[in-house]
């Protein structure tokens, strides 16, 4: 057995080595190819992409810029349809010359806006392999582009409430558009829920709201002593809203999780307040025991929290109408980790207790139901628009940048993905978030009680501190570290068939590329990770989504080239084109060459 070795069960690819490629690397017997790429036409009257001629009327109807999560929806064997965020723009990339916001051309500004939000594209698979193909010909009825520009509405308990409320919307029904859309999950009933990620990034003008507000802001990562923010886009250049000294309220229409309908394209996204406002880097979805519908969330932040919303009427299959309520009702919950180490043995270090494992008992504290809020001096409306603050107020457990939370269909455990935490001191070290500036991240997993994701209270465990398996302060679910593969930096993660964890990374510090990762999570390969693939120079991978038939795996290079002072003059990569074109963000699909399943 060489490196990585053979693995019980179905996973028997190679892994493929951490290495520095500009390219898509994926294990003997697979291939790969992009599906749909930035400037590809989305809406059938888009023109073809030109880098050196964009326009925000073009960028309005191509596929947006920095693909994020990725959802599938088959329409018979052969035909799908593909969700794809378009999580920021990254206009020093995008534009020739750039240099910021304020020096930018209107039309620069427009076309960021425009290169925001999410996609739906048309696909068909290509002959009777696990490769799909983008359909760039005749209707394509469901395809849509959704920007920063989309008109939405809100629904559930905050909607209509005066912290929602602004000038060209004093109802407080009717946001325009949605940022930063991180991941996302969907719902039984076949829609997206995408999540609004790092919004603050977006405003100006923090200086000039009302002193009362100021507190929020903070807590949001929002300035509040300059106008200007480093790094600003200057989106308040082309729409005034985006200016917070004259549009205070305008900031709170932000930070949602947005359900989106991919097979109606006339359909009104909806910002759905029952589930808070935080950095959401995704919302996915299981059932309780009794049919409740739940969907498990992290606000990815330092030092941020784990949620999950319970719907307060269960999901009845093919009741639509019915349906469609269930998450503007129910209650939201922060998770509270409790370890069972003395905290003495939990130095920072990332050293194991000495019962051998970083492991407790947890429970998830109601914040919010409805109209009623369990968070002393906040009313409903206040805990759902300033969630950060009420989680503060209860007491929960302050993580390592929760990105994606997801129940595993097959053993009903939670996996949460905590990338890393910079700024966590020795002393903030607890058995939940052991490693004081904790660089590569960790896994924890969830066993909810009776395995019911209605549960209170929870036993959980840390799967995984990532890293270089020959440094001591990692752990590999207790197997063998020399046959692991290297990993730093969680992000997403998804489930084959079989309920094999697969886990893609951004940011690897060990100074590789991203890529994608596949570890079972029971038997004697419990532990076993293995590296599947790696993604071009610059770009993480997002996604992940693995097809139901396990033949396909999707993955969105999100942010290729994007290093430190690379330029369309000197770009870093020339992915996906190759030769000397520009870096685009695009989606990826991958296949065995015979027809075998993904990980075989
Ligand atoms: Fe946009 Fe949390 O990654
Ligand atoms: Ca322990
Ligand atoms: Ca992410
Ligand atoms: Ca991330």
Known sequence: ????????????????????????????????????RWGDPVLPDAPAFDFDDQTAEAQAKQFGYNCDF?????????????????????????????????????????????????????LE???????????????????????AQTPMRFSGP????????????????????????????TTPW????????????????????????????????????????????????????????????????????????????DATPIKRTALGRFAHEAATTSLTRDGRLVAYMGDDSRFEYVYKFVSKDRYIPGFDR??????????????????????????????????????????????????????QGMSAEEVLVYTRVAADKVGATKMDRPEDVERNPVNGAIYVALTNNSNRTPAQADEANPRAA????????????????????????????????NDPATYFAGFDKSKVSPISCPDNVAFDREGNLW?????????????????????RDRGHLRQFLTVPVGAETCGPLITRDDKSVFVAVQHPGETDGATPDAPSSHWPDGGESQPRPSVAVVWHTRGRNIGS
């Open 1 to 36: 057995r060489g490196h990585g070795g053979w693995g019980q069960g179905s996973l028997r690819f190679t892994p493929v080595a951490p290495n520095t490629d500009d390219k898509l690397t994926v294990p003997d017997g697979y291939e790969s190819a992009p599906v749909v």
């Open 70 to 122: 990725v959802a599938f929806f088959p329409l018979g064997a052969d035909r799908a349809l593909l969700w794809v965020n378009h999580e920021y723009s990254d206009e020093a990339l995008m534009f020739r010359g750039y240099t910021d916001g304020t020096a930018a051309t209107e039309e620069q500004i427009k076309i960021a806006l425009a290169a925001h939000g999410g996609s739906v594209v048309e």
């Open 125 to 147: 698979r290509a002959g009777r392999s696990g490769r799909w193909k983008l359909v760039t010909r005749g209707r394509r009825r469901y395809n849509r582009r959704i920007t």
């Open 158 to 185: 905050a909607a209509g409430g005066d912290l929602l409320k602004t000038a060209a919307d004093p109802r407080g029904l009717r946001p325009i558009g949605m940022l930063n859309n991180c991941a996302g999950g």
């Open 190 to 265: 076949g829609t997206v829920l995408t999540a609004e990620e790092n919004f603050n990034q977006y405003f100006v003008g923090g200086n000039g709201v009302p002193e009362a507000q100021k507190q929020y802001l903070t807590r949001y990562g929002v300035s509040t002593t300059t106008a200007i923010p480093s790094g600003s886009r200057r989106f308040d250049r082309v729409e005034e809203r985006f200016d917070l000294a004259k549009h205070p309220n305008e900031i709170n229409r932000f930070g949602w999780i947005v359900e989106i309908d991919p097979t109606d394209p």
């Open 322 to 375: 019915h349906n469609r309520g269930l998450l503007d009702e129910g209650t939201l919950y922060v998770a509270k980790f409790t370890g069972d180490s003395p905290k003495e043995e939990i130095d920072g270090s990332g050293k194991a207790p000495k019962d051998g494992r970083f492991d407790g008992s947890g429970e998830w504290i109601p914040l919010v139901s409805g109209d009623k809020s369990y968070v």
């Open 438 to 469: 904790n660089k590569h991240g960790h896994v924890l997993e969830i066993t909810e009680r009776r395995n019911d994701a209605g549960a209170r209270t929870f036993a959980w465990s840390l799967a995984l501190v990532c890293g270089d398996p």
């Open 503 to 523: 886990i893609s990374t951004d940011g690897n510090a060990l100074g590789k590329n991203d890529g994608l990762f596949v570890m079972p999570v029971s038997g």
